[in-house]
Protein backbone atom coordinates (compact mmCIF):
# COMPACT_ATOMS: atom_id res chain seq x y z
CA UNK A 1 0.00 0.00 0.00
CA UNK A 2 1.16 4.09 -0.72
CA UNK A 3 0.55 6.55 2.08
CA UNK A 4 0.34 9.57 -0.08
CA UNK A 5 0.65 12.64 1.77
CA UNK A 6 -0.39 15.62 0.37
CA UNK A 7 -1.26 19.48 0.90
CA UNK A 8 -3.93 21.85 1.07
CA UNK A 9 -3.36 21.48 -3.04
CA UNK A 10 -3.38 18.04 -4.89
CA UNK A 11 0.87 18.06 -4.81
CA UNK A 12 2.29 14.92 -3.45
CA UNK A 13 4.82 15.09 -1.19
CA UNK A 14 5.81 11.94 -0.35
CA UNK A 15 4.80 8.21 -0.43
CA UNK A 16 8.62 6.70 -0.25
CA UNK A 17 9.18 3.14 1.66
CA UNK A 18 5.74 1.87 0.74
CA UNK A 19 4.33 -0.94 2.59
CA UNK A 20 3.12 -4.72 1.34
CA UNK A 21 -0.35 -4.65 2.15
CA UNK A 22 -2.76 -2.52 3.44
CA UNK A 23 -2.63 0.54 6.10
CA UNK A 24 -4.78 -0.46 9.01
CA UNK A 25 -3.78 2.51 11.23
CA UNK A 26 -2.52 5.63 11.15
CA UNK A 27 -1.32 7.96 14.12
CA UNK A 28 0.54 10.80 14.32
CA UNK A 29 2.73 12.69 17.31
CA UNK A 30 4.75 15.90 16.67
CA UNK A 31 6.94 15.20 13.34
CA UNK A 32 6.56 11.82 12.92
CA UNK A 33 3.60 9.88 11.14
CA UNK A 34 3.00 5.92 12.51
CA UNK A 35 1.60 3.54 10.21
CA UNK A 36 0.46 0.27 10.59
CA UNK A 37 -0.54 -2.55 7.77
CA UNK A 38 -1.40 -6.18 7.26
CA UNK A 39 2.02 -6.55 5.99
CA UNK A 40 3.24 -7.01 9.51
CA UNK A 41 4.88 -3.86 10.11
CA UNK A 42 4.74 -0.30 11.67
CA UNK A 43 6.70 2.46 9.57
CA UNK A 44 7.59 6.01 11.10
CA UNK A 45 7.61 8.85 8.75
CA UNK A 46 9.43 12.32 8.71
CA UNK A 47 7.27 14.83 8.09
CA UNK A 48 9.73 17.37 8.04
CA UNK A 49 10.90 16.91 4.65
CA UNK A 50 9.43 17.85 1.37
CA UNK A 51 9.92 14.20 0.34
CA UNK A 52 8.61 12.31 2.86
CA UNK A 53 9.92 8.81 3.33
CA UNK A 54 9.85 5.87 6.09
CA UNK A 55 12.34 6.43 8.27
CA UNK A 56 11.81 3.10 10.16
CA UNK A 57 10.47 0.09 9.58
CA UNK A 58 9.73 -1.95 12.72
CA UNK A 59 8.76 -5.89 11.66
CA UNK A 60 8.49 -9.13 14.06
CA UNK A 61 5.06 -8.53 14.66
CA UNK A 62 3.30 -12.47 14.19
CA UNK A 63 0.14 -11.15 12.75
CA UNK A 64 -1.02 -8.06 11.09
CA UNK A 65 -0.90 -4.85 12.94
CA UNK A 66 -4.36 -3.23 13.35
CA UNK A 67 -4.15 -0.28 15.55
CA UNK A 68 -1.09 1.68 17.26
Known amino acids: AIIALMNI ?8 GQHTDWVIALAGKGDRLFSAS ?8 DLTQKNVKAIETITGHDAAVTSL
Open 9 to 16: GVEMIGGG
Open 38 to 45: RDKSIKVW
